[in-house]
């Protein structure tokens, strides 16, 4: 198998009809164990970007698509929305801006809900691991709400890693922690990701922080209401 986990090219997404924006993806690939971040301006696409390859927005035209050895082109003009979800779900991990969590259940439920959802078996000392590595001990039998925005971010990148998807996305994961915690954050997510080998695409608008880790940098490259990625 290739170690390049994620490979696309030559894809178009158009939201807003005709008048609206626009989203090119020339080329992107990211490979087992990398890293990548993707930096631009407000307004630019990176969200979007972040939609298409977390296959959660239909490209009106998906070039070459593949996703750990899937042909997400393919399972999207065949309208295989079934098999999208399942590639979805066993291939991705989120860690989004503001945690994301279900309020209504425990810290320690949340973070086993990728798995309990794909039927995966227990994995104590897989959860042992992250537990510990992100300091969540003392919070595993509390709700969301009680946790401050540091500690939810915590929590949501062990969900994210829990089913040890091969990719994980993050979409502005410390925007709303002051800079030592989001450094801190930052840290646990890539350090964390290192170690397991998976594939990272972090969207962020502060690369002074990413530059930090060591991530590639992939730019927008915004003109009019078109935004082009490449690398
Ligand atoms: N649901 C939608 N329908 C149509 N257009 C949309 C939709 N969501 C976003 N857009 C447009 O797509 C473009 C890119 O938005 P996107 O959220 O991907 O940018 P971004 O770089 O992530 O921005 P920010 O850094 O402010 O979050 C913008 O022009 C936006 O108005």
Redesign the pocket.
Known sequence: MTDRLLDISDLVCQ??GAE??ALAIDALSVHRGEAVGIT??????????LDVVGLVLRPSRPGRFTLAGSDVAALWAGGRQTDLARLRAQSIGYVLQTGGLLPFITVLDNIRLSRDLLGLPADPNGEKRLIDALGLGGLLHKKPAMLSIGERQRVAIARALAHRPPLVLADEPTASLDPTHAAAVMHLLLALAAELGLGVVV?S?DWDLLSRFGLRRVE?QPGG?QTRFAG
Request: no cysteine; aromatic share 6%.
């Open positions: 939201r807003g609206g924006f631009g301006p407000s307004g630019s696409g990176k969200s979007t970007l969207v608008h927008a209401n």
